[in-house]
């Protein structure tokens, strides 16, 4: 199979990524090992990528008819979210799991409404880290943290968290496109539950998940087998299970919905990548 090309047989029979080399590769990274956060920066028209990342993505994208269109349509609404939680006058925001840097960064779409608004970004990539913080390198309102969000204690302990977010007032939390890549043993509801605890009343929070609502199974398939050999599984979830998610927070009208239909015009309702994709906001 096409994925049999990331492994090399071990003495125990399994089969790990190949060896890659490639030059610049930062102490500690990985390159061999599609990730999950470059391949997204590939397939967004990033350069922060390696050969590995851009052949399993490659291989997506040709396996997958809107597979480039859904990464869109979820980067498109992640704008509109950012934009409609900063018009009901939010100025504070925690981006988990954020990616590395694109255009439409969170603190940009933020800053437009809010040009003093304060943004953290939080990743588990030293990669993904050390590009946001060249980017923010002038920023004094923002800050881009390594930490796992899968253990919320790592991020509220950190310093640029302390400094920017101040819990006691209404703050922006974003997951997105994130929780897909969290499994049910790693408790993906206790996760969102544990930031939402500390969310003062009129918090907004933002979730954006892969669905296998309506798709094709053997695409499905496919997009499961490619993660299984990247940084982090795939988890599709269905409507009531990504519902779960917001915890029983008001969800602000249309409600979860798939993505190209959130706040969106005729054309953006009309690209079928979307429909790869539930996003919604919901009010504490």
């Not at 102490?27 to 061999?32: A, R, V």
């Not at 090992?33 to 967004?44: G, Q, S």
């Not at 704008?79 to 439409?104: E, K, S, T, W, Y």
Request: charged share 25%; net charge negative.
């Amino acid at each position: 199979m096409f994925y049999d090309r990331f492994r090399r047989p071990t003495a125990h029979g399994r089969r790990e990524p190949p060896v890659a080399q490639e030059p610049g590769v930062p102490q500690g990274i990985d390159p061999s090992t599609p990730n999950v956060a470059r391949m997204y920066d590939y397939v967004l028209g990033g350069k922060d990528n390696y050969a590995a990342d851009r052949e399993l993505a490659g291989h997506l994208i040709a396996s997958i008819p809107d597979g480039v269109e859904a990464l869109r349509a979820n980067r498109r609404f992640l704008g509109r979210a950012i934009a409609h939680v900063a018009g009901q006058g939010i100025d504070q925001f925690i981006d988990l799991g954020a990616g590395l840097p694109n255009q439409g960064n969170v603190h940009e779409v933020a800053q437009r409404v809010h040009p003093h608004a304060r943004v953290v970004y939080v990743d588990i990539d030293p990669i993904v880290i050390a590009h946001a913080r060249a980017l923010l390198a002038a920023d004094d309102r923002t800050a881009a943290v390594q930490a796992d969000m899968r253990n919320p204690e790592t991020v509220f302990a950190s310093d640029a968290v302390a400094r920017l977010i101040d819990f006691d007032r209404p703050v922006g939390v974003i997951f997105n496109a994130m929780l897909h890549f969290v499994t049910d043993a790693e408790d993906p509801a206790g996760i969102v539950a544990a930031f939402t605890d500390r969310m003062a009343p009129g918090s907004h929070l933002v979730i954006s998940h892969s669905t296998l609502d309506d798709r094709p199974a053997d695409l499905v398939e496919i997009i499961r087998s490619a993660y299984d050999n990247a940084s982090a599984p795939m988890v599709f979830r269905d409507h009531d299970r990504i519902l779960r998610l917001f915890n029983g927070l008001a969800l602000v009208d249309p409600g979860l919905v798939k993505v190209n239909r959130w706040h969106a015009d005729a054309e953006e309702a009309a690209a079928s990548g979307g429909a790869w994709v539930y996003g919604g906001i919901a009010v504490k």
